[in-house]
């Protein structure tokens, strides 16, 4: 099964896919690859571009790769603000997808004390793309943890 997390940074998907995956399950997290592409010391956070651009790139290649396992292993991936195309990839292959918001003012708390700056720009964006619709009522999230 495919899981795709989404939320805005600092919202919790991390901790929401700790609280879920199994130790065999395979879980796909720009930051842990980050983290894992970088030396001794590095932030756990990283946001310099050389760094990103590597770690976006091992991050397509696993998703490729783990999307033809489905059927033998559970896939956690964190996609905070997937695209229509992406969510065709993701719902092509079955995924349930996962919303992780705690709302904006804890966001923005978490984002003041352990994140970028920037994150707020992002954040902003993730909350401005989920505007009230038309009757006035936010889509809820899923939060059942």
Same mark, same amino acid.
């Given at each position: 099964?495919?899981?795709?997390? /989404? %939320?805005?940074?600092? =919202? +919790?998907?991390?901790? $929401?896919?700790?609280?879920?995956?199994?130790? &065999?399950?395979?879980?796909?997290?720009? !930051?842990?690859?980050?983290?894992?592409? &970088? +030396?001794? +010391? *590095? #932030?756990?956070?990283?946001?310099? /571009?050389?760094?990103?651009?590597? *770690?976006?790139?091992?991050?397509? =290649?696993?998703?490729?790769?783990?999307?033809?396992?489905? !059927?033998?292993?559970?896939?956690?991936?964190?996609? &905070?603000?997937?695209?229509?195309?992406?969510?065709?990839?993701?719902?092509?292959?079955?995924?349930?997808?996962? &919303?992780? !918001? #705690? %709302?904006?003012?804890?966001?923005?708390?978490?984002?003041?004390?352990?994140?970028?700056? =920037?994150?707020?720009?992002?954040?902003?964006? $993730?909350?401005?793309?989920?505007?009230?619709?038309?009757? +006035?009522?936010?889509?809820?999230?899923?939060? =059942? $943890?």
């Amino acid at each position: 099964m495919l899981y795709v997390v /989404t %939320g805005p940074p600092a =919202a +919790g998907k991390s901790s $929401w896919i700790d609280a879920h995956a199994k130790p &065999t399950d395979i879980v796909i997290d720009l !930051d842990r690859i980050a983290l894992a592409l &970088t +030396g001794p +010391g *590095a #932030p756990q956070w990283n946001q310099a /571009t050389l760094v990103q651009r590597v *770690a976006q790139r091992a991050r397509f =290649a696993a998703i490729d790769e783990a999307c033809q396992h489905l !059927d033998k292993i559970d896939v956690y991936l964190i996609h &905070t603000m997937p695209s229509p195309k992406a969510l065709a990839k993701y719902k092509r292959h079955k995924a349930e997808i996962i &919303t992780v !918001d #705690p %709302g904006w003012h804890i966001v923005m708390d978490r984002i003041r004390a352990m994140r970028s700056p =920037a994150m707020e720009r992002v954040a902003t964006r $993730w909350y401005r793309q989920r505007r009230p619709t038309s009757q +006035g009522v936010m889509p809820q999230a899923s939060r =059942a $943890w």
